[in-house]
T-cell receptor, first 115, second 112 residues
Framework: GAVVSQHPSWVICKSGTSVKIECRSL??????MFWYRQFPKQSLMLMAT?????????EQGVEKDKFLINHASLTLSTLTVTSAHPEDSSFYICSARDHARQPQHFGDGTRLSIL | SQELEQSPQSLIVQEGKNLTINCTSSKTLYGLYWYKQKYGEGLIFLMMLQKGGEEKSHEKITAKLDEKKQQSSLHITASQPSHAGIYLCGADPTSGTYKYIFGTGTRLKVLA
């Protein structure tokens, strides 16, 4: 089945640091990748949608300059949390999809803790 | 905006019992997807339903989509502790859109 690899799985860093999370589709070409944030005991909150080679589309309320998304190839998207602060601590999950009639396949998530 | 209502919110069953989780939309869905999530992990894709009246099974899990394509159910037969987790339905609200709407999730606990 389709595999999406997300790295790292856990990050602990100091306030003010920038953190990069990678999301790779290993066995299919991901036309579209998604970045979600999940708070404890809540459902997924979509942050942004990215298409290969174009700018990401951010959901309302998500700061573009804070959460930088790059989708440089059909198999790789990155999310960079810039100048992270404790309120950015959360569980971030990516997913990838090859086209609209197929399911999204999810990475294992990244737990980000900002001290 | 379109939403997916999922019920029940949580469920505790004894091992060996059957159970059903429902996912309902106020509007016709283009595609319906079921996922399972364990706490602190990503989502595991279970099944995709796209046609009205469609039914799919994998091991002890069966998912159905009604004829109007507005309601789906996920049925687990003879539940086991390995079935425990959070079950989420996701849907394509309209043709051609790339992003899902998600249900609120059902937390399942199976007692050994």
């Amino acid at each position: 089945g389709a595999v999406v690899s997300q790295h790292p799985s856990w990050v602990i860093c100091k306030s003010g640091t920038s953190v990069k999370i990678e999301c790779r589709s290993l066995d299919f070409q991901a036309t579209t990748m998604f970045w979600y944030r999940q708070f404890p005991k809540q459902s997924l909150m979509l942050m942004a949608t990215s298409n290969e080679g174009s700018k990401a589309t951010y959901e309302q309320g998500v700061e573009k300059d804070k959460f930088l998304i790059n989708h440089a190839s059909l198999t790789l998207s990155t999310l960079t949390v810039t100048s992270a602060h404790p309120e950015d601590s959360s569980f971030y999950i990516c997913s990838a999809r090859d086209h609209a009639r197929q399911p999204q396949h999810f990475g294992d998530g990244t737990r980000l803790s900002i001290l | 905006s379109q939403e997916l209502e999922q019920s029940p919110q949580s469920l505790i069953v004894q091992e060996g019992k059957n159970l059903t989780i429902n996912c309902t939309s106020s509007k016709t869905l283009y595609g319906l997807y079921w996922y399972k999530q364990k706490y602190g992990e990503g989502l595991i894709f279970l099944m995709m339903l796209q046609k009205g009246g469609e039914e799919k099974s994998h091991e002890k899990i069966t998912a159905k989509l009604d004829e109007k394509k507005q309601q789906s159910s996920l049925h687990i037969t003879a539940s086991q502790p390995s079935h425990a987790g959070i079950y989420l339905c996701g849907a394509d609200p309209t043709s051609g859109t790339y992003k899902y709407i998600f249900g609120t999730g059902t937390r399942l606990k199976v007692l050994a």
